[in-house]
């Protein structure tokens, strides 16, 4: 029923708990055939470690280093089952996993998404605990843990509700969106779950069966909270946003989806403009105004008040110089620092 799909560079200290997870999982072994580690250039030993495993059901592929989206396209092109189980090298699957989504695709067939909800933890003690709750649902049913087809870009503009390694996906609807779009540095899960909740139903339990290790060296946070906030690119994930909304506000999209996902975009962007503008960005500001032609989605009143102060420089220096005042005021009375980022 699963082929697992578990791309690997340079994690040799964390593979074997992965692997571990999947040995101890609840479901029968027969209806987990196929544990495909795909080795992106692993210069650590980690992909070695992998083809030692005495479970046979373990085969390592190898590539060039290409990158995550890259080596998740190359295990599912490679699977032989219908439902493609992701797991990230780093991170691990309590034992209810497999035998849970299993019972969700009975329950919900035909949808082409399925997952749990997730457990941050650091240094093996939870930090955090993510997932849907019962008003996202549409249709609730009365159920604990809360799950069911839920209102996908509604639960996600209040949560992080799914993660990468708890995602499930039939194979065929993977390969109907081209899978993961190779080449993008940051937000590649971002991307597929998006446009996999844009082609047809997402079926989730708020049970949190994934543990995500946020204490791994090289998350993607590091970014976020360093060279993104330094530069502030454009990313791939804001240029899909902005587009895919556009095109459906000139198809005049009124469907209940069409209104979910332009709900979340607008929030996403707009989020994306006050980011720059909070920490002095302006020329930021003005480019991503500018090149995802935000003007015209209607992000509200205070995203638009951040690009017309980025199209008047005067107004800037002074500006700047009160957020960083509050900036510093706000970190002394919360000890808050930098503060958070989100996509």
Known sequence: MFSVVIPLFDKRDYIQRALDSIYAQSIDPVQVPEIIVINDG????????????????VRVLDQANRGVSAARNAGIAAASQPFLAFLDADDRWRP????????????????????????????????????????????????????????????????????????????????AIGGFAAGLAHCEDHLFLARMALSGRVVLTSEPLVEYDVAVPGQFIEYWRGPYRERFDVLDYHRFLANELHSRIAAGDRSDLGRSFAAYARRQLRTAVLQRAYWGHFPAVDRIRGELGLDDLHLGGLAGACGWIARHAW?????????????????????????????
């Open 315 to 343: 107004l800037q220096r002074p500006l700047a110089a009160c957020l960083r005042l509050a900036r510093g005021l706000r970190a002394a009375l919360t000890g808050a620092g930098t503060g958070g980022e989100s996509a």
């Open 96 to 175: 209810p996993f497999l035998e849970t989504m299993r019972d969700l695709i009975q329950a919900h067939p035909g949808a082409v998404l399925y997952g749990s909800g997730f457990t941050t933890v650091r240094r093996g003690r939870p930090v955090g605990q993510h997932g849907i709750r019962a008003d996202e649902l549409l249709r609730p049913l009365p159920a604990r843990p809360v799950e069911g087809e839920v209102d996908f870009f509604r639960a996600w503009c209040r949560d992080h509700v799914v993660h990468p390694s708890g995602m499930v996906a039939p194979r065929q609807a993977a390969l």
């Open 42 to 57: 692993s210069t650590d030993g980690g992909d070695a470690l992998a083809r030692r495993q005495a479970d046979g059901r």
